[in-house]
């Protein structure tokens, strides 16, 4: 554990540092359930840090820093949490929809890291699950 925090204290002094940052817009897609038919205001998301491979360096050592890795497992192959290396999302594999899974969680067990983490942080996370390139024959488990 000593060593998570070792290697990863340049990353949590940018956390601790920065400043507060208002939340961000909500992401339109397929699966949201739109009251009365009409959709929320939503913006785009789009990740400042894509294709950045010190950013992805980053979102790996964040990953395992906050614990990531211990419902994902080491790589993000999947553990008691669902893989995020596999290329199938249940709520959007796209850059957005992942910032949007971090900072306000999931149902049944993704706890929200929105108030722990600045945004920036959590698309280093972002950039770095895009780097995992998914397995030729992925395993079919149903979470």
């Not at 909500?26 to 400042?48: D, I």
Request: aromatic share 10%; with cysteine.
């Amino acid at each position: 554990m000593a060593v998570r925090v070792v290697a990863a204290a340049p990353l949590l002094a940018l956390v601790v540092t920065s400043a507060q940052q208002p939340p961000p817009p909500s992401v339109r897609y397929e699966q949201h359930v739109f009251a009365g038919g009409n959709p929320p205001p939503a913006g785009t998301l789009e990740n400042p840090l894509a294709g950045d491979k010190r950013a992805a360096a980053d979102g790996e050592k964040l990953f395992s820093a906050f614990n990531c890795d211990g419902c994902h497992a080491l790589g993000a192959v999947g553990g008691q949490g669902p893989s995020l290396a596999d290329g199938r999302w249940r709520y959007g594999g796209a850059d957005g929809a992942i910032f949007q899974s971090i900072y306000y969680g999931r149902p049944r067990g993704m706890p929200a890291f929105g108030g722990v983490l600045p945004p920036e942080a959590i698309w280093r996370l972002v950039t770095y699950l895009q780097t995992l390139t998914p397995a030729t024959d992925p395993a079919t488990v149903s979470w």
